[in-house]
């Protein structure tokens, strides 16, 4: 299986600072079509996840352009240029690449 | 707008079997399979497999073979997830999300299995 790896696992945030959340694959995302089956999503408190970014960095319907991602392969990140409260939750990295689809351990965001 | 909707909590005793619904509108529910996930107290997500509402073909995880049991019925556009001799360990909430993006998710399902 495809092993997804986050870093860090919390991190705290003064609002109106950035933050950024790494994700490392085990192996390669990327598929003979040039597509990369990579997703960051949000869980706020009491929730169900929301998609955030598909495809490694576009962005779903209605998340603000604050939040971005970038990387290829293996490696990829999620920016947030300005934290706000609103952002507090878990982010997940995930991978459809391969079966069975995996999940990242969760980067927990607070507000300082 | 796309919705997928789930049945509301439920409590059951160690043994028993469970059936959470998940029903889908706002799209074509042929054009995009559903996917299970769970996610256990205090936990993170896990993949538990996913539906094909084509065909009604289902593909498990490991680990979610052999008592887990994914089933479709499109004429009132509703995936199930049936969860028999439970046991306490599957006590969590249970999510359909629609494939393979998970750009949609029901809001939960939350079984909780205790004597």
Known sequence: DIVLTQTPLSVSVTPGQPASISCKSSQSLLDINGKTFFYWYLQKPGQPPQLLIYEVSNRFSGVPDRISGSGSGTDFTLKISRVEAEDVGIYYCMQSFQSPFTFGPGTKVDIK | ???????????????????????????????????????????????????????????????????????????????????????????????CARFRRLDYWGQGTLVTVSS
Do not use: H
Not at chain 2, 14 to 34: D, F, I, Q
């Open chain 2, 1 to 95: 707008q796309v919705q997928l909707v789930q049945s509301g909590s439920e409590l059951k005793k160690p043994g028993a079997s469970v059936k959470v619904s998940c029903k889908a509108s706002g799209y074509t529910l042929s054009s995009y399979a559903l996917a299970w996930v769970r996610q256990a107290p205090g936990q993170g997500l896990e993949w538990m497999g996913w539906i094909n509402t084509a065909t009604g073909n289902p593909t498990y995880a490991q680990g979610f073979t052999g008592r887990f049991v994914f089933s479709l019925d499109t004429s009132v556009r509703t995936a199930f997830l049936q969860i028999n001799s439970l046991k306490a360990e599957d006590t969590g909430v249970y999510y």
